[in-house]
């Protein structure tokens, strides 16, 4: 039986304190044959998602464009970042018939750029890793012409488990950062930002394309920010994404702000400036995980 522990507790304000969300902010809500058809596969195939498990606004959207971030290794993570809706708790036993599963949904679908993530499985030897090696193999099988960007965890740096990944040369091997480091200890408690700029040029070190990406809206300061691209581009990070946070319960980080499309448009200009090879303003939530469209 899974036991779910408590979100971290965060200072909110009173709901009527909080800020509304702005008109560039709304999303279209989940209708129509596409989404239906995305639905009915993820259940079929008890498949978990990023877009279910943590409450994200923008699932209406992407099922209905035929798209879906994957999420293997189950839906219960051991760690309990503040800005996450994913459960945290103590996970159930590994499903070795998974990444059949995954397959077999990648292939209905005719996905051309499939994203996989993962939760953190911090109690296991191997983080998962060999699971998320043969999830990779079984959609090689599957869907050959099917590109491959896997979100990975930072495996607490055992580094043999980064390698056990990067061994099946996914196209894209990323790993968010998230947030500027003065507020690594409120929004990821349990990561560290020199672990997980480490782990970007360990994956870098392997020729493999690397991907990060960082919410915004936090209370983080533009400088801040920058300062963050600047360290990415010293640890070999290749393309990065800007995500507006959404605050996705009320025992989560209230938002500190929401920031305006033309300061994305800034963000984009001052990191391809600083050597990002593509900057991209992400949708909250999963969609902040896709590639760039003109890679």
């Avoid at 945290?88 to 209905?108: C, F, I, K, M, N």
């Avoid at 983080?220 to 360290?231: A, H, K, L």
């Avoid at 640890?235 to 033309?262: E, F, K, S």
Wanted: glycine share 6%; hydrophobic share 35%.
């Amino acid at each position: 039986m899974i036991e779910l522990l408590p979100v971290i507790n965060t200072p909110n304000p009173p709901a009527e304190q909080r800020r509304k969300k702005p008109e560039w902010l709304r999303v279209k809500l989940p209708v129509g044959k596409t989404y239906r058809g995305v639905r009915q596969i993820v259940d079929e195939y008890q498949l978990h998602t990023i877009c279910e498990s943590g409450n994200c606004p923008n699932m209406g959207e992407c099922w209905g464009a035929g798209t879906a971030t994957f999420m293997i290794l189950g839906n219960v993570c051991t760690r309990s970042c503040s800005f996450c809706a994913v459960a945290t708790g103590r996970p159930s036993e590994l499903d070795t018939d998974e990444p059949r599963r995954v397959a077999e949904a990648v292939r209905l679908m005719g996905v051309k750029h499939c994203v996989i993530t993962s939760v953190n499985r911090d109690e296991l030897a191997d983080g998962g890793s060999n699971i998320w090696a043969e999830t990779i193999r079984e959609v090689r099988l599957a869907s050959p012409e099917t590109t491959l960007e896997t979100l990975i965890p930072d495996f607490k740096a055992r580094w043999d488990n980064l390698y056990r990944i990067t061994a099946e040369r996914p196209e894209v091997v990323s790993h968010n950062m998230e947030t500027v480091p003065r507020l690594y200890r409120l929004v990821r408690p349990q990561a560290k930002y020199e672990r997980s700029l480490e782990q970007i040029q360990r994956t870098k070190s392997e020729n493999l394309r690397t991907k990060s990406g960082i919410m915004v809206g936090l209370g983080e300061t533009n400088d801040e920010v920058y300062r963050t691209m600047d360290d990415l581009i010293a640890h070999g990070c290749d393309i990065l994404t800007i995500g507006q946070y959404l605050q996705p319960t009320h025992r989560h980080l209230a938002v500190a702000d929401y920031i305006h499309p033309d300061v994305f448009a800034q963000y984009k200009e001052i990191g391809l400036q600083k050597g990002f090879l593509f900057v991209e303003k992400a949708d909250p939530w999963c969609a902040r995980l896709t590639m760039p469209k003109d890679i």
